[in-house]
């Protein structure tokens, strides 16, 4: 009988960033290795355990149920290893290692820019990745080491820390060209008779224009006549300032717009306000240094 040797770390995180990915290429780009290395290395590792991991197809590449229950053990565990390794490395004063984050469009803007950069000047030895994506995500299962969003339910083995603003709204407007030439909506129903630029989440949902007051709750889903996604919530904002309708987004967004007058408030006293975002991280034994520092940063900034 032939002993084979046990798999590597290096083994299996390879075979995770296949996981994350979804392929070959992708996962090597990450990693900064060529792709026949990561495709020798998860060979080498399925010979070793003696079970296929991955499905491979000439379009796809998809875990097996043997690959699924491993990525799902693995995560967590060598979540902690990096946590275990990123303490020792900031063992003295300096914080070292990496801080990935999972993070939505909506406070790439002027939410967190400012925050991380503040962070990175404070911790010179560590290293910041952020991952933009709108929809909710494990962050392990993502290989982050925390998320930011807004308002969603999170599981019990969870921390959320309140990051940016406590609160925020949402705010509706148009250049005052189109305004002259289509008239002011009086009521949120009135955006119905309107062109309107929207928003699209990666998920395929549109996002809904909300409007409160005086405690009524208007939810409105006017046509669009340009969509785009949310990672191009500057486009929608040009298109508004160009003329091509009513747009809705965040209030921090369009105020610099309000203040050079090229875009108009609209239906001003229908804005919603809701809680600001959140960063979200699992309450673990090993919580990695970089992140333990930002939170901590993140926690002083809000109290100055």
């Given at each position: ?49 003696g079970v296929r991991l991955l499905s491979r ?248």
């Amino acid at each position: 009988m032939t002993n084979n040797p046990p798999a590597s770390l290096d083994e299996l995180s390879v075979f995770l960033a296949i996981v994350r990915a979804g392929g070959f290429r992708d996962a090597a780009r990450q990693l900064g290795v060529s792709p026949s290395t990561v495709s020798e290395t998860l060979s080498r590792l399925e010979a070793s355990m003696g079970v296929r991991l991955l499905s491979r197809t000439t379009r796809s590449v998809t875990p097996t149920e043997a690959g699924r229950d491993l990525a799902a053990r693995l995560e967590p565990i060598l979540a902690e290893a990096r946590a275990a390794v990123d303490a020792a490395m900031s063992s003295g004063n300096a914080v070292r290692g990496m801080l990935r984050l999972n993070v939505p469009g909506a406070v790439m803007v002027d939410i967190l820019p400012p925050l991380v950069e503040a962070f990175l000047r404070r911790h010179p030895d560590v290293s910041v990745e952020i991952m933009v994506d709108d929809r909710f995500v494990d962050t392990v299962a993502a290989g982050c080491d925390a998320g930011i969003r807004y308002g969603e339910r999170l599981a019990q083995d969870m921390i959320a820390v309140p990051i940016g603003p406590a609160m925020q709204q949402a705010a509706t407007a148009a250049s005052p060209a189109y305004l002259d030439a289509h008239g002011r909506p009086e009521h949120p129903r009135d955006v119905l008779q309107h062109e309107c630029v929207r928003l699209r989440f990666s998920s395929g949902a549109m996002i809904p224009w909300e409007f409160a007051r005086d405690g009524e709750e208007l939810v409105v889903e006017p046509e669009g006549r340009l969509i785009v996604g949310t990672a191009g919530g500057s486009a929608a904002i040009k298109a508004a300032i160009n003329g091509f309708g009513l747009t809705q987004g965040f209030r921090n967004w369009l105020e610099p717009h309000f203040a050079t007058g090229a875009l108009e408030p609209v239906l001003q006293d229908w804005w919603p306000e809701f809680e600001g975002p959140q960063l979200y991280f699992y309450n673990r034994r090993f919580m990695p240094a970089p992140l333990r520092a930002f939170v901590d940063f993140v926690t002083e900034a809000r109290r100055g």
